[in-house]
C-alpha cells in the first residue's frame, strides 16, 4: 500500500492535488508521497509519488513528476514542471517548463517567498 507523509509545520495550500502511483517504472519502487519539515506547498499544485525534503517551498501551479527529489531549502518557482525522475539538489531555485537552474538559495529568498 502506498502512503503520503507529511512532516511537522508543513503548510498544504488549498487545491493542491497529492496522489501516488503502483509503481516508479525507473526505480523500481513502491511509489509514495514523503513531505518534510516545514514545507509549503502553494495552491494549486500537484505532487506525485515524489520527495519533497525539509524547507522546501513549491510555489503555485507546480508540478513534481514522479520519482523526483527536491532537496532541503529548496525552492520551485510558480508554474514549473519537475520532469520525472528529476533531482533537485539542496538550497537551490529551479523554475519553468521546461525546467531550468535559477541559482542557489540564500536567507533572503526564504525570507521573501
Known amino acids: 500500500m502506498n502512503s503520503v507523509l507529511i512532516g511537522e509545520h508543513t ?14 517504472k525507473n526505480n523500481n519502487t513502491i511509489a509514495e508521497v514523503d513531505i518534510g519539515d ?3 506547498i502553494n495552491e494549486g499544485s500537484s505532487l506525485i509519488s515524489c520527495t519533497i525534503k525539509d524547507g522546501c517551498i513549491i510555489g503555485s501551479n507546480c508540478v513534481i513528476s514522479e520519482g523526483c527529489i527536491i532537496g532541503e531549502n529548496s525552492i520551485i518557482t510558480n508554474n514549473s514542471v519537475v520532469p520525472p525522475n528529476t533531482i533537485i539538489p539542496d538550497k537551490t531555485i529551479y523554475g519553468g ?3 531550468k537552474f535559477i541559482k542557489n538559495t540564500n536567507k533572503a529568498d ?4
Open 38 to 40: 516545514k514545507v509549503i
Open 11 to 24: 503548510r498544504i495550500e488549498d487545491w493542491v492535488s497529492i496522489s501516488t502511483l503502483n509503481w516508479i
Open 110 to 113: 526564504i525570507i521573501n517567498m
Open 97 to 99: 517548463n521546461p525546467l
